[in-house]
């Protein structure tokens, strides 16, 4: 950690306090859902904009309160402000997207070199090494395995916690962000780490980009409440069958992933 870096609230009383509404009371209910619902996805950013350091810790912070299996807090955020790595990054993702459109994974992917255009680039990372304090056994059996994958989902799920934590912050300070996860396969992240002086032992889950916007945003589709809602059964009208999925797939994916498909971002 940073010796200078100076907390940006008083940790001593903060740290200890839970102070929450009157159960019911809908004001920071609303505060919280104006922050919710324009949290939305930006994939161009205007390049000017300069990000004050004091920002970071804001955000941060607010990434540092997610919860986590075991208390664990399996994460760490590395801030970019060099903007060459910027751009080697992104030349990653663009290597990526050309070679997804070589492959024909058919994925409407997305124009990545708006990665270099971000003022505030945070990359996430995670170190797996955390899934033993989880319930496993560590004896390589198949029920060991069977702990491990699901230690794994834990792990998962709690840097995801922390860095969505993250995003809301950033929405709360009035910029458009960006989850990018496109090149967490292992050899790319085996590039991407010296460049930031990565241990081996850490994994780059995913990079999480925030600014203002290069054009105007637009806010995307989303499930009804119905649909996503069950009560004490699930409801069998929200199963999809695999033929249900694909055709979701096939027909609706890249409509819902951007305002027009033939614009995508
Ligand atoms: C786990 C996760 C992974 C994502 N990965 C990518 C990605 O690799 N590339 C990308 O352009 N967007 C990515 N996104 C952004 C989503 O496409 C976006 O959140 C979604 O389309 C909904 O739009 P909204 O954020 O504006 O509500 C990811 C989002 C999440 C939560």
């Known amino acids: 950690m940073s010796e200078n870096t100076e907390p940006v609230v008083d940790l001593e009383s903060a740290e200890l306090e839970v102070d929450l509404p009157p159960i019911g009371s809908r004001e920071r209910y609303d505060a919280l859902m104006q922050v919710v619902r324009n949290r939305v996805t930006v994939r161009k950013f205007d390049q000017n904009h300069v990000v004050p350091d004091e920002t970071y810790d804001l955000i941060l912070e607010a990434a540092r309160h997610g919860p986590s299996g075991a208390n664990a807090q399996p994460w760490h955020y590395v801030i970019v402000r060099d903007q060459e790595i910027k751009d080697q990054i992104a030349a990653y993702f663009v290597e990526e997207q050309r070679f997804r459109a070589k492959a024909k994974m058919k994925f409407p992917t997305p124009d990545y070199r708006g990665l270099a255009t971000a003022p505030g680039f945070i990359v996430v990372c995670s170190d797996m090494r955390w899934v033993n304090a989880f319930p496993v056994l560590n004896d390589g059996s198949d029920m060991d395995r069977m702990y491990k994958e699901n230690a794994e989902r834990i792990l998962l799920q709690s840097v995801a916690a922390s860095t969505m934590s993250a995003h809301l912050a950033a929405a709360a300070l009035g910029y458009n962000v960006w989850w990018v996860t496109a090149i967490g396969q292992e050899s790319a992240q085996n590039a991407m ?25 637009y806010k995307r589709w989303r499930k009804s409440l119905d649909d996503i809602s069950n009560r004490d059964r699930f409801d069998p009208d929200h199963f999809m069958t695999d033929e249900d999925l694909n055709d979701w797939i096939k027909t609706r994916r890249h409509r819902v992933m951007y305002k027009d498909a033939s614009k995508i971002d």
């Open 193 to 217: 780490k010296p460049l930031l002086g990565i241990p081996d032992e850490l994994s780059v889950l995913d990079i999480f980009l925030f600014g203002p916007p290069a054009q105007k945003p």
